[in-house]
């Protein structure tokens, strides 16, 4: 839906990038700039605000301004389609009424990337010196023992020097990907706007990753549709995606098993609505018991902890998909059977107007 009204006053609001709103003494919904029809679910101009916004502190706030003819300024919260934080100032001015024939307007800022860089970086010094410890107490046993007991051990000095460098890359991804997981939360609320198309993008990853375990090792088995319309994305977010899900198909599928990838039209995404790509991503391997697959997507959650440190995970593979997928107004989905396998499913919208 979008403003049918092309007079001056609105011709105006449209010169804002924020959202901008006019309500009349009423509280009905006189205009509305695009990006307020772009953020919020606005039903209809002319009707009461609480229809288009169910936020209770607005709704009140907005009241009072109207009775009172005060100005004032408040936070609010969205949840959908992502989560937001809003600074709304609610103006009422006797201009308004001369210009517009209205009471109250409406001016939104966007303070999201504000509150997440601090939360972000609060969680971030938690996730990293909690994730350290370990790795950095076993380098200190190390260099002790390298400088006492097997000073003289070649044997001894050649294992150790292994381990610390194994211990050191692990590190070193843990930051990378806590340092894209930071990234990526920060510009949560702004919408890609690259054409991608899908079908490319993943026969890019399967080439890489035919390359990297050489072809004897897995066998990619591509499944599509003939006919995939491009989506609105970032090319290399969603690479990161599947180059992750594939990453751990791989990883925890059985030797030798079939990695099957899948593409198909929905014509409703789960949880969401709408139209919408799926891609599914299939491994035959151990099953994921249902207590864990709620918690998959958790930062640093881990089914076996001693495994995944084996195989280079850092716990925080499944945080970014979900964190990059939120971005792009999609969804992950996970399913797993006993004695068959799992399956990682990604929904993309493919009109992503919200």
């Known amino acids: 839906m979008s403003n049918t009204n092309d007079s001056p006053e609105m011709r105006l609001l449209e010169v804002f990038p924020s959202p901008v709103m006019i309500l009349t003494e009423k509280r009905e919904l006189k205009y509305a ?77 966007d303070i999201t ?6 939360k972000v970086r609060q969680d971030f010094i938690t996730n990293l010196s909690h994730e350290l410890k370990s790795p950095l107490s076993s380098l200190i046993g190390i260099i002790e023992t390298l400088s006492g007991p097997a000073r003289d051990d070649e044997n001894a000095r050649l294992r150790f020097l292994k381990l610390m460098k194994d211990e050191t890359h692990r590190m070193k991804r843990m930051v990378d990907d806590l340092l894209s997981l930071a990234k990526i939360e920060g510009r949560g609320s702004i919408k890609p706007k690259d054409q991608i198309n899908i079908i490319q993008l993943l026969n890019t990853n399967q080439e890489l990753f035919l390359a990297r375990y050489k072809k004897n090792l897995i066998d990619f088995n591509m499944k599509q549709m003939t006919e995939i319309p491009n989506i609105t994305g970032d090319q290399d ?118």
């Open 113 to 118: 990337s504000q509150i997440f860089s601090d």
């Open 33 to 109: 700039n695009s990006a307020a029809f772009e953020i919020f679910n606005i039903r209809a101009l002319g009707s009461d605000l609480s229809l288009s916004i169910r936020v209770p502190e607005l709704l009140e706030a907005t009241s009072l301004a109207i009775k009172e003819k005060k100005h004032s300024e408040i936070e609010i919260s969205l949840t959908v389609p992502v989560y937001r934080v809003l600074r709304a100032n609610i103006i009422s001015n006797a201009n308004l009424v001369e210009f517009f024939n209205a009471s109250i307007m409406i001016v939104f800022l």
């Open 237 to 354: 977010e969603l690479m990161k995606v599947f180059q992750n899900l594939i990453d751990n198909a791989i990883k925890y599928g059985e030797e030798n098993s079939l990695v099957i990838i899948e593409v198909f039209m929905v014509t409703h995404i789960p949880d969401l609505g709408g139209k919408g790509l799926a891609i599914s991503i299939f491994n035959k391997g151990e099953d994921i018991a249902p207590e864990h697959i709620p918690r998959l997507t958790e930062r640093f959650y881990r089914i076996d902890k001693s495994r995944s440190r084996e195989l280079g995970g850092t716990g925080l593979g499944l945080s970014i998909v979900k964190h990059i997928l939120v971005r792009h107004r999609g969804i992950l989905k996970i399913e797993s059977k006993k004695g068959y396998g799992s399956t990682f499913i990604v929904y993309l919208p493919i009109n992503n107007s919200h």
